[in-house]
């Protein structure tokens, strides 16, 4: 399926969020705002981006909502309208963009992008040693409690493609909003393994240490430790 990238789309700009291309992202719609976004964008081409807002951009005179540089583009893959007017859809990541700039902010923001290809950064084997190794730390970090379930991580693992391998498993189990949106922003697909296998190890880290000194008691009782 090939799909017309426009220069200008509208945008939906979400705290702590970074989107992939191929994610699944839930969305549901009720500001007036994303709800005449949405009628626009259903009667076009079902395409619109979500961008996180940048949390390093604090300016008290300004109201609006920094965007972050790099988002993704999704296209909607189902939609249903309720009858107070609000909508639930599923939105599917299509490709990373750069945030060129704003266009404008009513009725909603729209803004300038250019689409960014990822580029494999090593050879293919050493970016597949690596989506095994990431593979595996998932499955490891389930089985320590984390809050994705262990059979995600298993079918995760059989996405074969390391790109596509490390968008679904960055968007789906990195749970640090700072880095999530680094991986987003990295182009190198080997750089984004290795940079989600250091997180992954430190998570596994702060996990088992945990594990230590909760030693015997649940999660309920852990402050009795």
Request: aromatic share 6%.
């Amino acid at each position: 399926m090939e799909i017309s990238l426009p220069p200008e789309i509208p945008v939906m700009t979400l705290p702590q969020v970074a989107f992939f291309p191929q994610a699944l992202m839930p969305l549901h719609i009720f500001e007036p705002r994303y709800r005449k976004m949405l009628s626009d964008v259903l009667a076009r081409d079902r395409l619109f981006a979500v961008a996180g807002i940048d949390p390093r951009v604090n300016d008290p005179d300004d109201d609006l909502e920094p965007i972050q540089k790099v988002a993704s583009v999704g296209i909607i893959r189902a939609c249903q309208k309720h009858e107070n007017g609000t909508s639930d859809l599923l939105l599917q990541g299509l490709v990373r963009v750069q945030v060129l700039g704003v266009v404008s902010e009513t009725p909603y923001r729209s803004i300038r992008i250019r689409a960014l290809a990822s580029e494999p950064g090593a050879e293919a084997s050493e970016n597949e040693r690596l989506r095994r190794e990431l593979g595996r730390l998932l499955q490891l970090k389930s089985k320590l409690g984390a809050r994705a379930p262990l059979d995600v991580a298993v079918f995760v693992q059989t996405i074969k493609d390391p790109e596509v391998f490390s968008d679904l498993a960055a968007f789906t189990f990195c749970e640090n909003p700072a880095v999530k949106q680094k991986l987003l922003e990295t182009l190198d697909v080997n750089r984004r393994l290795q940079l989600f296998t250091r997180q992954l190890k430190a998570e596994i880290a702060s996990l088992r240490f945990r594990r230590k000194l909760q030693g015997e008691l649940s999660d309920q009782d852990i402050a009795n430790n």
